[in-house]
């Protein structure tokens, strides 16, 4: 098992070769700029735990889930159950500790620890960039352990050259529940205007597991609607309107707890020794941005400034939370010797706010502030040798339910190193050390059952390292990289007697490796990722929420081939080893997912696919799944073998 010396050992590593390249950079002051950085192409940043899921392999996938975007990722996971419970984990720790932004506009986590923290339908997702600790300066505050940026499409990538107006209808239908989905879109542009609007539904049925066993409270029922307006001016600066609403309202398992009252536990099939009453749920994602980018930007001017607001709404039946972020970003990246320089100033105002019933009327509000500068850089030191380092200065204020006010600030640092050992070698390191800063309290909970005390609570500090290898001869491409991240004095959100400063400390520490087949049509690529994650020394539960899960061995499979200009075949499949090394053993499980897409010659804008999701009607609940190792708890399990057609049609 890989334990805390292998993290030291690959701090160290990894801060040995850093010191190297800025003494490299030292030599070379007079180094031209090489054109693009090697550091920042995607096999540099894939084995530096920097993955972006691109719009090809999105539209390779057709998600119509969140999960669904993440097939074939082994270091994501997520859980399971309607869109209303799904959480997503990156080397086994929860996106809470990782900055997540949508379009660059910041997101607040979950108001309910039974539900997901950010709802989003991927209709119209373009990719998704995720870091695995070492979170570059500019990713924004909070990127303790990472970072997650969601970023969807626009007009432009929608309209075909030379057109003005353009529209997408797409219509699936499945079994197992599945129901009904739909979405339209409509685009165009004309004299420097350009817009996109898009609504999804869903609607469905309680599916069954492979087993044959319907899973109570977990039918689809989602409504997203996107829209955005934009104006480019003649000298090249862009302005963009954006504004999203996604909303999950079906109906969900509850069961009483505390004083009697009902709560929604959508991440479980029930809880034993009390009977599930099916009550209506709401989980609401609600933004805005507005945004100023320069379209031809030159060597000292290429801005991005935004103002973003952003509100997660959850109704959990005897409590209801919100939590509210308005955000915002100035910064601009600079053409330098040899690379480039990005630069900025970042600030957030949050706020977690909650409201129970009768009898406990549990009800109060915290709201933190933060303010950061950053810099980061990016440069080619040479033909064979590229770095990125960079730093921020956090400063944030924190007033808790009772009025107790908390300061601090403090440094972030970030350095990566990339050296090719030969044509087909390369070797990269990276470390960091962040400061967190303050975590909001849980906001449907606020004051639950006993007043919160903040005695003893602090900001949190990380630190991460990376150390991969990988090759690349054209047809084989490979990788394989070591991690560590650790994240300490993480206040509790979830506080147990309402101790908000009882304190934990999370690691996640493994190994990264893909291997992948290319040729002119097609691609077969497996990664695998091994994260043991720990908590205050101890293997962590399946209910350590904001915290982590025990993710173990993960292999994912994806493949995809072009038959001919008509026929797509292809599929994802995830293979789930034992975990012998959590509090109880977690049984491991196989499923795999094939499709089989048509596009007719002689009317190319029609698309028709066929997608069997759990094509052997595996019995199984996900990795990441809340209460696999509770005693009360009944782990909800996903749905077995699910037929789809979809049909989309461009205008």
């Given at each position: 098992?890989?334990?805390?010396?292998?993290?030291?050992?690959?701090?160290?590593?990894?801060?040995?070769?850093?010191?190297?390249?800025?003494?490299?950079?030292?030599?070379?002051?007079?180094?031209?700029?090489?054109?693009?950085?090697?550091?920042?192409?995607?096999?540099?940043?894939?084995?530096?735990?920097?993955?972006?899921?691109?719009?090809?392999?999105?539209?390779?996938?057709?998600?119509?889930?969140?999960?669904?975007?993440?097939?074939?990722?082994?270091?994501?996971?997520?859980?399971?159950?309607?869109?209303?419970?799904?959480?997503?984990?990156?080397?086994?720790?929860?996106?809470?500790?990782?900055?997540?932004?949508?379009?660059?506009?910041?997101?607040?986590?979950?108001?309910?620890?039974?539900?997901?923290?950010?709802?989003?339908?991927?209709?119209?997702?373009?990719?998704?960039?995720?870091?695995?600790?070492?979170?570059?300066?500019?990713?924004?505050?909070?990127?303790?352990?990472?970072?997650?940026?969601?970023?969807?499409?626009?007009?432009?990538?929608?309209?075909?050259?030379?057109?003005?107006?353009?529209?997408?209808?797409?219509?699936?239908?499945?079994?197992?529940?599945?129901?009904?989905?739909?979405?339209?879109?409509?685009?165009?542009?004309?004299?420097?205007?350009?817009?996109?609007?898009?609504g999804t539904y869903q609607h469905g049925d309680d599916y069954q597991d492979g087993s044959g066993n319907t899973v109570p409270g977990t039918a689809a029922d989602i409504q997203d609607y996107l829209a955005k307006f934009s104006y480019t001016a003649a000298n090249g600066g862009k302005l963009t309107f954006s504004a999203s609403q996604t909303e999950d309202t079906g109906p969900r398992a509850a069961q009483p707890g505390p004083g009697?009252?009902?709560?929604?536990?959508?991440?479980?099939?029930?809880?034993?020794?009390?009977?599930?009453?099916?009550?209506?749920?709401?989980?609401?994602?609600?933004?805005?941005?507005?945004?100023?980018?320069?379209?031809?930007?030159?060597?000292?001017?290429?801005?991005?400034?935004?103002?973003?607001?952003?509100?997660?709404?959850?109704?959990?039946?005897?409590?209801?939370?919100?939590?509210?972020?308005?955000?915002?970003?100035?910064?601009?990246?600079?053409?330098?010797?040899?690379?480039?320089?990005?630069?900025?100033?970042?600030?957030?105002?949050d706020s977690a706010e909650g409201e129970g019933d009768a009898p406990l009327n549990s009800t109060g509000k915290e709201t933190l502030q933060g303010i950061g500068l950053f810099a980061q850089a990016r440069q080619n030191l040479g033909q064979r040798f590229s770095v990125s380092y960079g730093a921020r200065y956090d400063f944030q204020k924190f007033e808790g339910a009772d009025g107790t006010e908390f300061e601090d600030g403090g440094?972030?640092?970030?350095?990566?190193?990339?050296?090719?050992?030969?044509?087909?070698?390369?070797?990269?390191?990276?470390?960091?050390?962040?400061?967190?800063?303050?975590?909001?309290?849980?906001?449907?909970?606020?004051?639950?059952?006993?007043?919160?005390?903040?005695?003893?609570?602090?900001?949190?500090?990380?630190?991460?390292?990376?150390?991969?290898?990988?090759?690349?001869?054209?047809?084989w491409q490979g990788s394989a990289a070591l991690f560590y991240t650790e994240v300490d004095d993480l206040s509790a959100v979830l506080p147990s007697s309402g101790a908000r400063g009882a304190t934990a400390d999370i690691t996640s520490q493994g190994v990264d490796a893909s291997l992948a087949y290319l040729w002119s049509s097609g691609f077969a690529r497996v990664n695998y990722t091994y994260a043991d994650v720990d908590i205050n020394?101890?293997?962590?539960?399946?209910?350590?929420?904001?915290?982590?899960?025990?993710?173990?061995?993960?292999?994912?499979?994806?493949?995809?081939?072009?038959?001919?200009?008509?026929?797509?075949?292809?599929?994802?499949?995830?293979?789930?080893?034992?975990?012998?090394?959590?509090?109880?053993?977690?049984?491991?499980?196989?499923?795999?997912?094939?499709?089989?897409?048509?596009?007719?010659?002689?009317?190319?804008?029609?698309?028709?696919?066929?997608?069997?999701?759990?094509?052997?009607?595996?019995?199984?609940?996900?990795?990441?799944?809340?209460?696999?190792?509770?005693?009360?708890?009944?782990?909800?399990?996903?749905?077995?073998?699910?037929?789809?057609?979809?049909?989309?049609?461009?205008?």
């Amino acid at each position: 098992m890989v334990r805390s010396t292998v993290g030291r050992l690959l701090l160290a590593t990894a801060l040995t070769t850093a010191h190297g390249a800025w003494a490299q950079n030292s030599e070379e002051d007079d180094a031209a700029y090489l054109g693009e950085i090697r550091i920042g192409e995607a096999a540099a940043q894939d084995t530096l735990g920097n993955k972006t899921i691109s719009e090809d392999e999105i539209e390779e996938r057709n998600p119509s889930t969140l999960r669904e975007v993440f097939d074939g990722e082994s270091s994501v996971t997520t859980s399971g159950g309607a869109a209303i419970s799904t959480k997503v984990f990156v080397n086994g720790i929860e996106e809470s500790l990782l900055s997540v932004t949508i379009d660059g506009a910041r997101q607040n986590k979950s108001a309910f620890h039974h539900t997901g923290n950010v709802l989003l339908d991927p209709a119209m997702l373009k990719q998704v960039e995720i870091s695995a600790g070492l979170a570059p300066a500019d990713a924004g505050p909070g990127a303790a352990a990472g970072s997650i940026a969601y970023t969807t499409k626009d007009a432009s990538d929608l309209l075909e050259p030379g057109d003005s107006f353009g529209g997408r209808i797409s219509l699936t239908g499945g079994d197992n529940g599945y129901g009904f989905r739909g979405n339209l879109s409509l685009f165009g542009q004309a004299q420097g205007f350009d817009y996109l609007l898009s609504g999804t539904y869903q609607h469905g049925d309680d599916y069954q597991d492979g087993s044959g066993n319907t899973v109570p409270g977990t039918a689809a029922d989602i409504q997203d609607y996107l829209a955005k307006f934009s104006y480019t001016a003649a000298n090249g600066g862009k302005l963009t309107f954006s504004a999203s609403q996604t909303e999950d309202t079906g109906p969900r398992a509850a069961q009483p707890g505390p004083g009697g009252l009902l709560f929604i536990r959508p991440d479980f099939a029930g809880v034993d020794g009390t009977d599930s009453v099916i009550i209506d749920g709401l989980s609401r994602r609600t933004s805005f941005s507005l945004t100023y980018t320069d379209e031809t930007p030159d060597g000292w001017w290429d801005p991005f400034i935004q103002l973003a607001y952003n509100e997660q709404e959850i109704d959990a039946g005897g409590v209801y939370g919100v939590n509210k972020s308005l955000s915002g970003v100035v910064r601009n990246e600079f053409y330098i010797g040899n690379g480039t320089l990005t630069a900025g100033i970042d600030f957030f105002d949050d706020s977690a706010e909650g409201e129970g019933d009768a009898p406990l009327n549990s009800t109060g509000k915290e709201t933190l502030q933060g303010i950061g500068l950053f810099a980061q850089a990016r440069q080619n030191l040479g033909q064979r040798f590229s770095v990125s380092y960079g730093a921020r200065y956090d400063f944030q204020k924190f007033e808790g339910a009772d009025g107790t006010e908390f300061e601090d600030g403090g440094f972030s640092f970030n350095g990566s190193v990339d050296y090719m050992l030969s044509d087909i070698w390369t070797i990269n390191a990276g470390l960091s050390h962040g400061w967190g800063g303050y975590e909001l309290g849980e906001a449907a909970l606020v004051n639950f059952g006993t007043p919160w005390d903040y005695t003893g609570f602090t900001s949190s500090t990380s630190k991460s390292a990376r150390l991969g290898l990988r090759f690349d001869t054209g047809v084989w491409q490979g990788s394989a990289a070591l991690f560590y991240t650790e994240v300490d004095d993480l206040s509790a959100v979830l506080p147990s007697s309402g101790a908000r400063g009882a304190t934990a400390d999370i690691t996640s520490q493994g190994v990264d490796a893909s291997l992948a087949y290319l040729w002119s049509s097609g691609f077969a690529r497996v990664n695998y990722t091994y994260a043991d994650v720990d908590i205050n020394g101890d293997p962590a539960s399946t209910t350590a929420y904001y915290l982590g899960r025990p993710l173990g061995s993960i292999f994912a499979l994806e493949a995809g081939w072009d038959i001919d200009d008509q026929w797509r075949v292809g599929g994802t499949a995830e293979i789930a080893l034992e975990n012998s090394d959590a509090a109880v053993d977690l049984p491991g499980y196989q499923v795999l997912n094939v499709y089989a897409s048509y596009v007719p010659r002689r009317f190319d804008n029609l698309e028709l696919r066929l997608d069997v999701r759990n094509l052997f009607d595996e019995t199984y609940s996900s990795r990441a799944s809340d209460g696999l190792d509770s005693s009360r708890v009944i782990p909800l399990t996903e749905p077995g073998r699910t037929i789809t057609l979809t049909a989309a049609l461009w205008f």
